[in-house]
């Protein structure tokens, strides 16, 4: 049985390749001054015995964390296309996005996986999720910081309160991808922390594979707009980053 509905990813996809292709590699480089204290080092430990193999390796880094920070934009779209869930702009003072279905209620910030926050940015997330949960509008919302890829857990969520001076609440949460799909999707709509709980058996639910199905279609998609299949060992990774 069919979870998730079409999505039509190619738009996102080829948006991200275009971003790709305007990543202007001469101007990131040459604009930037080089930290010759870590060249010192890269240049010892990973044997770049020129200046060009060493600009090509910093090219290539350079590239790569602009490909890291668009991919954690297009889960933020993603998660818009689901039936009820709006995707924000960054920059538009609101949330990356938000779920209304039915009684269910929820407010969201984006990662892409879960080891991409600092303490620093740990605690400006709390802090808008509470700016925003103070608003009318976002009255009987819960508040959740989705970490699309991270290891499974015992619980399916815990409070996030980082830091010593932000208390845990109830309404603001964090949670991988695959539990946070199964609620995205889920028929009966059900609110996490008032008639569905962290401990519950969510893995039984119809929609716990969810996040299967979107990364499917997304796969699909990164062929149909390159030209080449997403190999094999890349599918090696997939359970463990998806907390299956």
Request: net charge negative.
């Amino acid at each position: 049985m069919t979870i998730v509905p079409d999505l039509r990813l190619d738009r996102l996809v080829i948006e991200l390749l275009a971003k790709l292709r305007r990543f202007d590699i001469a101007n990131n480089f040459d604009s930037n001054i080089v930290d010759p204290f870590a060249a010192a080092f890269e240049a010892s430990v990973f044997k770049h015995d020129t200046e060009d193999s060493w600009r090509q390796s910093e090219i290539h880094r350079q590239k790569q964390k602009a490909l890291m920070n668009h991919v954690g934009q297009m889960q933020q779209s993603i998660i818009g296309c689901l039936p009820g869930w709006t995707s924000y702009e960054a920059g538009s003072d609101e949330p990356d996005v938000v779920g209304v279905r039915g009684g269910q209620r929820i407010i969201a910030e984006v990662k892409n996986k879960h080891n991409t926050m600092n303490a620093n940015s740990a605690g400006e997330t709390y802090d808008k999720l509470v700016g925003f949960l103070l608003r009318k509008k976002y009255h009987g919302f819960v508040g959740v910081v989705v970490q699309v890829i991270g290891p499974a857990r015992d619980e399916h969520w815990r409070p996030f309160a980082p830091g010593r001076d932000r208390p845990e609440r109830d309404d603001i949460i964090v949670m991988n991808g695959r539990p946070f799909y199964a609620l995205a999707l889920d028929s009966e709509q059900r609110q996490p922390g008032v008639n569905v709980n962290p401990t519950d058996k969510i893995e039984l639910w119809p929609t716990w594979h969810a996040i299967d199905e979107m990364t499917q279609q997304l796969f699909q998609s990164i062929s149909r707009n390159t030209g080449a299949d997403v190999p094999l060992w890349v599918m090696q990774f997939l359970d463990p980053a998806l907390g299956s």
